[in-house]
């Protein structure tokens, strides 16, 4: 997988030192495309991006399958939420690694150039259309399961719907925040969402992180802080009611779970493409 197939002709020898144009590799995948660029963040999680194909359209939030040629010479697929919003030339996608991982313990290898399989077809359900209107918009994630939110925190639609947009992010330790603080550090510069929604918008974001296994500034799940009362109160906001709250969930099971359960206990209803309401559960894609 880390080979590109070599160019069918090969340059003329004095061709070598002018200006070539650059020759594209030829693609040897199915639904092939081109990695651009990687980043580590911890040893376990890192992100990449890839080429996205041109006629592929999708709603920030929406999942794919993405994936390997596996050693049995058969396409090695899993749904990978896309971490680019909508309107991005290009994909991003945030993993974990799992060294026995069928597939991350490869995918974590990736260099640009490289190729990926990607098959167009998004779907999901952390998506706007899902939501009824509502005036606060909660992004609940553990892990990777910011992925999708990091699409959706640059989707101009988050900010035309919402008053404020509260982002929690329960990670293990401290290194796990990283992708997450440096997405939302980013959108204070973030030219298009400056050009069409003001100077002012990223106000309306929220940030609450927590980190359960290593000393952060705020510790515990975020479960616990909300039954405990405690990330209302340092948040300085009421407990999400089904009129003002919208809520998109994306992490682990059990988490999805959990909050889901919580969600109901407040009065939200889980709302679908088909039938909008005020909150939407996916599950985090683990190897
Ligand atoms: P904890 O360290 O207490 O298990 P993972 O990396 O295993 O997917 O977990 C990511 C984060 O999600 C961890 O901080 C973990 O906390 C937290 N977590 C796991 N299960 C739950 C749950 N049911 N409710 C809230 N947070 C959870």
New binding site residues.
């Given amino acids: 997988m880390n080979e590109v197939t070599p160019v069918t002709e090969a340059p003329k020898p004095d061709a070598q030192k002018t200006d070539a144009p650059k020759i594209k590799p030829v693609p040897t995948l199915p639904d092939a495309q081109t990695v651009t660029e990687v980043k580590h963040y911890t040893d376990r999680l890192f992100s990449f991006r890839c080429t996205r194909p041109a006629t592929m359209r999708f709603r920030s939030g929406e999942f794919v399958m993405i994936g390997l040629m596996g050693d049995n010479g058969k396409p090695l697929l899993r749904a990978y939420s896309i971490a680019s919003p909508s309107w991005d030339e290009e994909l991003e996608f945030y993993s974990i690694k799992v060294q026995d991982g069928p597939l991350t313990s490869k995918l974590q290898h990736i260099q640009p150039g490289d190729e990926i399989i990607l098959r167009p077809k998004p779907v999901g359900t952390l998506v706007h259309d899902a939501l009824l209107p509502g005036k606060r918009l909660w992004f609940f994630a553990?892990?990777t399961g910011f992925a999708p939110f990091a699409s959706l925190l640059r989707e101009p639609q988050t900010y035309e719907d919402y008053d404020e947009v509260i982002i929690t992010h329960?990670?293990?330790e401290v290194g796990e925040l990283t992708y997450g603080r440096e997405l939302i550090e980013s959108l204070k510069t973030d030219e298009l969402l400056h050009e069409l929604m003001g100077p002012d918008f990223h106000k309306k974001i929220r940030y609450y992180p927590t980190?359960?296994?290593e000393e952060s500034p705020k510790m515990g799940?975020?479960?616990d802080l909300m039954r405990s009362g405690e990330c209302f109160a340092d948040l300085g906001v009421p407990v999400l009611n089904k009129d003002t709250d919208r809520a998109m969930v994306c992490?682990?099971l059990?988490?999805n779970l959990?909050i889901k359960e919580m969600l109901e206990g407040y009065g939200l209803e889980e709302g679908a493409n088909s039938d909008p309401k005020h909150y939407v559960v996916e599950k985090a894609f683990l190897d």
């Fill in positions: 553990t892990g329960t990670c293990r980190t359960t296994r799940r975020i479960t992490g682990n059990a988490f959990e």
